[in-house]
């Protein structure tokens, strides 16, 4: 297989610590069935922890899911500590209960796009297909 | 369907094992002559009319089924409840089984409680919403802590970055509680508190901050949530693993029955089942269960049923199939009432009687077209009301978005009151009883939701049920179902999938916001507690709640100590986590 036609991997994370973990579920199966290699961090995650996640399981994509409004400090200190890594190349994008207000500021951010509530997980795959591509192979 | 649907016989299938069959008591409601007069005329009316009218126009769908799939015929008579017992099935509002409300007079004594839950930033922030609600009419206030709170962390903790005040009002010494009441009469008002996995810790503080009031524990009244079996099913809100945690829900149980009479220590949630994907009746079965775990783990400690089941509470969703969502409040009240007196054997009527709190469903609105949700909310309203709740929550309409401005809770609370007030709902108990679609959509919630209660019976009960996945998965399995729906267009949604309007996508209604400075103040208040204590004195107190927690005496006594010392929440749930550890669920999807 080469390069360009490897699935690509998408790692759907759920910083922060509210639980509701349905949206992050439903666009993880929806991704799964799209047929990209999808990993799931679970709840309860620290930027930390997910920028691990992304760097160890070397995926093309972050999403993330957040609905406690905590999304204007955790998805800029993940796209933050990504910066640091040299992970520019990994695709961060998000969705959640996220006033629209709020999207131009997590875009000078770095978070490539925010999906709100009433989002179609087909929209998310298409959006997906259409911005994100497989890395380069580590060195 | 086909044209001559034969209608289920709701009596013919089996019941669960919870509770058993009652044997057929008496004579059917109507005479045999005239049932069979009226089954002669459904068979001449479905050959008849309704064959003419589906020729000239067939059913608009194949197969037509409420939102748990119940499947729904082309009409009801009363000749689908043919084998009916009406005193065995509904008998009257405040009798057993219930089914018609827990109080004779429902809703001409009193209207349900409007209680609107509320908490965002800080502890004067809450405390103000709280008064203005109140001069506003609310009758109860209902609180909601922020999720470090609820997570058991403090503001200043590492976890807690972000979150502070955001989706609650943040709590984390005793000092903020003593804030957050302050001015509010607690021997008079009653408090719901939404907070499971460290809610002894806000129990405690409550009980603390109404003694400085003069206030005795055993006058203050209200409802806890604490319910950490569905955490583990649906809120994913948790500190300990579930055998620990439901250990510490029954001592606060256990707690509550000996010395505060007026309150209610656990709210048997399903409104967070719902909200993560379940059916209405995945939400009632999954509901019933819990509370049929902790009536178990309360009897099996020792406790006298009686004793402590006239102060559990419950709390379900309503959503937007109206009749279902009736039907499922009916339903529910008729299996509680059997399983508690059936099964563990329960004398009082009180504790025979389910008594619930609703909320309207918030994964229902839309942040397209957000006023819409306002109609949502109201029709759900009205169900909650027409299904007999105690007391009602109606989201507002901005909540796709953040917590609800005031001027949005207020048109909430408005929604209420015109319910209450102006719609004549409250002029008779049970108004839709002997509506046979309702009667058929009853008995087939209970017959459904029993089912589940049997194979959950069957793995041993809820705990191990949740240690083996069964509700997750199955809530899972009904949200995948719920979305490719609605994206393959089998469900409407007015504005997002139908009856779009272009450009609106919710942007201009205004929204409520937590400023950072919120977690700075904050810190230096609890950086203020700390200093002004006493450490010989807090570690004291905190190693006798590790000490309860190790030798399994009671834990609410010395939380409440441990909180009189200014022990932190964050504290109190490290001892938690130092003696039974940490819960983590596997991520699955």
Known sequence: MTESQRPLRILVAKPGLDGHDRGAKIIARALRDAGF???????????????AAALQEDVDAVGMSIMSGAHMTLFPAVTDLMKQKQMDDVVVFGGGIIPQDDVPRLKEHGI???????????????????????????? | MSSSTKLQDPRGAARGVTPAAPERAGEPVYDREALARVLAEREAWTAGELAAALARMPRRK?????????????????????????RRDLGYPGRYPFTRGPQPTMYRGRLWTMRQFAGFGSPEDTNRRFKYLLQHGMTGLSTAFDMPALMG??????????????????????????????????????????????????????VAVAERQGVPRERLGGTLQADMLKEYIAQKEWIVPPRPAVRIVCDMIEFCAREMPRWNPVSV???????????????????????????QQCVERGLAVDDFAPRLSFFFDVHNDFFEEVAKFRAARRIWARTMKERFGAKRKESLLLRTHAQTAGVSLTAQQPYNNVVRTALQAFAAVLGGTQSLHTNSLDETYALPTEEAVTIALRTQQIIGFESGADRVADPLAGSYYVEYLTDEVERRALEHIRRIDEMGGMIRAVEEGYPQREIAESAYRFQQEVERGERTIVGVNRFRTEG???????????????????????????????PAGVAEALQRVERACREGGNVVPPVIEAVKAYATLGEVCDVFRKVFGTYREDGRF
């Not at chain 1, 998310?124 to 380069?136: K, L, T, Y």
């Not at chain 2, 194949?62 to 689908?80: H, K, N, Q, Y």
């Not at chain 2, 089942?273 to 009536?295: C, H, K, N, P, S």
């Not at chain 2, 201009?508 to 507690?529: F, H, K, M, S, Y």
């Open chain 2, 269 to 295: 949630s399903g409104y967070h089942i719902r909200e993560a994907g379940a059916t209405a009746v995945q939400e009632l079965a999954f509901t019933l269960a819990d509370g049929i775990e902790y009536v």
């Open chain 2, 153 to 206: 962390y403090d503001c200043d903790h590492p976890m807690s970055r972000g979150e502070v005040g955001k989706e609650g009002v943040a709590v984390s010494s005793l000092r903020d509680m003593e804030v957050l009441f302050d001015g509010i009469p607690l021997g008079e008002v009653t408090t719901s508190m939404t907070i499971n996995a460290s809610a002894v810790v806000a129990l405690a503080m409550y």
């Open chain 2, 504 to 534: 609106d996508e919710g942007s201009g209604i205004p929204t409520l916001r937590i400023d950072e400075a919120v977690a700075r103040a904050q810190q230096e208040r609890l950086a203020a507690v700390k200093r002004s204590r006493s």
């Open chain 1, 112 to 139: 490539a796009e925010v999906f709100l509530p009433g989002t179609a997980t087909q929209a998310v795959v298409d959006w997906i297909r259409a911005h994100v591509h497989p890395r380069a192979a580590a060195a």
């Open chain 2, 62 to 86: 194949e197969r037509f089924e409420t939102d748990s799939g119940i499947p729904i015929p082309d009409v009801l008579d009363p000749a689908s409840r043919r084998e009916e017992d009406f």
């Open chain 1, 37 to 51: 290699e999808v990993i799931y961090t679970g709840l309860h995650q620290t930027p930390e922890m997910i920028v």
